[in-house]
């Protein structure tokens, strides 16, 4: 019977977490749209690398918006956050030339203590392949003065995914 309870109490926990979070998620979006945006629209962006004129050092999480003929750049607090602040960087989607897609895979070798437990001194000569996949998205544009290529990077088993569906919604948005 006590286990009977226990499992009881364990599932209305569980919905009334899954119905805190959509009311917490709802009332970030009516946040999103009462400050001007949709927030079906944002744009996953990656990682901005490099290529701004805007921008001295790399942003880890970005997202772009395109609005009024302008895309901007904002950037989240953390890859979890549904927070993300006023854009920092822009790029006029009549100034752009190009969008671009590109792929690499970058392999790192590396030891694990079960391969090191198992054949011993040996490890070291039968390194382990892992590859991380790895996708740039690169936003070649003029400022009226000079050519710029703004690149975004994509990490991870889906990365040039993620890096295709960013080009084909700026390129749709665009049209």
């Known amino acids: 019977m006590t286990t ?31 400050a001007g945006f949709n927030p079906d629209e944002f744009i996953d962006s990656g990682k901005l690398l490099t290529g701004h004129p805007a921008v001295d050092t790399s942003k880890q999480f970005t997202y772009m918006y395109i609005k ?30 190009d969008v671009v897609i590109e792929d690499a895979t970058t392999i790192e070798k590396r030891i694990t203590a079960t391969r090191l437990l198992a054949v011993g001194i040996f490890a070291f000569a039968l390194k382990k392949k892992q590859k991380n996949e790895l996708a740039y998205l690169t936003i070649k544009w003029n400022d009226g003065k000079f050519d710029h290529e703004t690149i975004f990077e994509f990490s991870g088993k889906s990365a040039a995914e993620l890096g295709n569906a960013a080009r084909n919604k700026i390129i749709r948005k665009m049209q």
Do not use: T, W
């Not at 989240?76 to 009549?94: G, L, M, T, Y």
């Open 4 to 34: 009977f309870i226990v499992i009881v109490v364990l599932i209305i926990g569980f919905i009334a977490l899954g119905m805190y979070g959509k009311m917490e998620a709802d009332k970030k979006r009516k946040l999103l749209e009462d």
């Open 68 to 97: 009024d003929g302008v895309i901007n750049i904002h950037e989240k607090i953390n890859a979890q956050s549904e927070i993300i602040v006023p854009h920092f960087a822009s790029i006029p989607c009549d100034k752009i030339k």
